[in-house]
């Protein structure tokens, strides 16, 4: 079922972006992406991909259809260079891996991250769509993750027979992945609280986004994996501070009162999660083990990663170890191929001097982009998405890629017909 499930969204999505009119391929586009982003986790979870990184090209694929429809922005230009600059790393792997199945599945792995990054901020770079667009692509993220954490709470079993401690926990993970299970529900977290401020205008709409939220936070807070919560809650809190600085005096009312309601939401749903794992979950969050003693690395142990990539840079300044030549360096010196949770630090050591400036880039050009373009209400929650995910899971999975792209988006707000303006103008 997985694997025919994986075949209906390819046929389905590219369907839509054929046949769509022009003036919607961009968005047809866009939707398919955000569906592949939603569901890349559940396909791993359920061997339904043919292989674990086919979402990572299938973004790539419907991004290049719309390339070939609509084009791209000549103002876009410095991720042309960030593409040619990840091919130094390539040459130099080529050369100290060795050109077999190895160098293959290991390139592909480290690179396929940034080229999906790439390609789609290429695309995506002052591309013009509407608000109502960009609302009803953050909801196609969610329907995916919603199913994913169905999937998830049936095939967990009971609490108490698999909590033994306080590590990140694959038997409440959908036996898979707790950090890119934990990373997919933050987003969906914060897909939810976008539906529940912006498009729920209902009490009825409230009540069914703050329960799918309720449920959503849970299941992120249980799998024991952190990054994706913290991730959740600073794009969540990004999201709101621009929110609220755009609004009006009697929307910024609404949305303090709106914000306390979900900030009992939130606290709710942690007291449940904590009765439920009988505090495990506390000394998860406070850095103890299940006997509440304090852990010595808060980190458990990207710290030390992050510390030899960085000592990778300063020995290999200029071309770097090549791509993924950190973790063969791992296999030859303690037997263990670890792969890295931060991409900068990955990149420095892996691309030398040319990640200094792959990093430069892609820091420098959206904050060059928003100086001239604030309309993009979502800006700080994608780029800060993108940013947080990067430094605790690296780019195991295509959402920072294609989030950090939808921060390139260049926002049109509907115009009120003038008779409208002027009626409530008299009001």
């Not at 961009?26 to 992406?33: P, Q, R, W, Y």
């Not at 792995?109 to 770079?125: K, R």
């Not at 960009?134 to 969610?142: A, E, G, M, R």
């Not at 939810?192 to 703050?210: D, E, H």
Request: with cysteine.
């Amino acid at each position: 079922m997985a694997k025919l499930y994986f075949f209906t969204v390819v046929i389905y999505f590219l369907f839509r972006i054929i046949v769509s009119p022009p003036p919607m391929k961009t968005f047809e586009v866009l939707k398919a992406c955000a569906y592949v982003v939603g569901v890349e986790v559940l396909f791993r979870m359920t061997d339904g991909g043919v292989f674990y990184e086919a979402s990572k090209y299938l973004v790539i694929l419907f991004i290049l259809f719309g390339m070939f429809y609509k084009g791209i922005s000549g103002k876009g230009y410095p991720y042309f260079i960030y593409l040619i600059l990840l091919v130094p790393g390539v040459i130099v792997a080529s050369n100290s891996i060795g050109l077999d199945a190895n160098f293959r599945t290991n390139v592909a792995f480290v690179l396929s991250g940034p080229v999906c990054l790439g390609v789609s901020a290429l695309y995506c770079f002052d591309k013009k769509i509407s608000k109502k667009q960009i609302l009803d692509i953050i909801k196609v993220f969610s329907f995916p993750i919603i199913a994913m954490t169905v999937y998830v709470y049936l095939y967990t079993p009971k609490l108490e027979d698999v909590l033994r401690g306080t590590e990140s926990n694959y038997a409440t993970s959908g036996g898979f992945g707790p950090n890119q299970t934990s990373t997919i529900l933050g987003l969906g977290m914060f897909c939810l609280v976008v539906r529940f401020f912006l498009k729920s205008p209902t009490m009825l709409l409230k009540i069914v986004n703050a329960s799918i939220f309720m449920f959503m936070s849970y299941r992120a807070i249980i799998t024991f994996s952190r990054g994706g919560v913290f991730a959740a809650i600073i794009i969540i809190a990004l999201f709101l501070f621009t929110l609220y600085k755009k609004s009006s005096l009697n929307q910024k009312n609404q949305i303090i009162t709106t914000a306390i309601l979900l900030g009992f939401i939130a606290i709710g749903t942690w007291l449940y999660s904590a009765q439920q794992t009988d505090g495990l979950i506390e000394n998860r969050y406070t850095n103890k083990d299940a006997l509440g003693r304090e852990k010595e690395d808060v980190s458990t142990g990207r710290v030390d990663l992050f510390v030899s990539e960085l000592d990778g840079f300063i020995n290999h300044p200029f071309l770097g170890v090549g791509a993924s030549g950190m973790k063969e360096f791992r296999i030859e010196t303690s037997g263990k191929g670890v792969v890295s949770h931060n991409e900068i630090s990955r990149v420095l050591s892996e691309h030398g001097l040319f990640g200094v400036v792959i990093i430069l880039i892609l820091v420098i050009k959206p904050l060059g982009f928003r100086s001239r373009n604030k309309r993009n209400i979502f800006f700080y929650a994608f780029l800060g998405f993108w940013f947080a995910t990067i430094n605790h899971s690296a780019m195991r999975i295509a959402a920072p890629s294609f989030i950090y792209a939808l921060a390139l988006l260049n926002i049109r707000y509907e115009k009120r017909p003038i008779h409208r303006k002027r009626v409530i103008e008299q009001r």
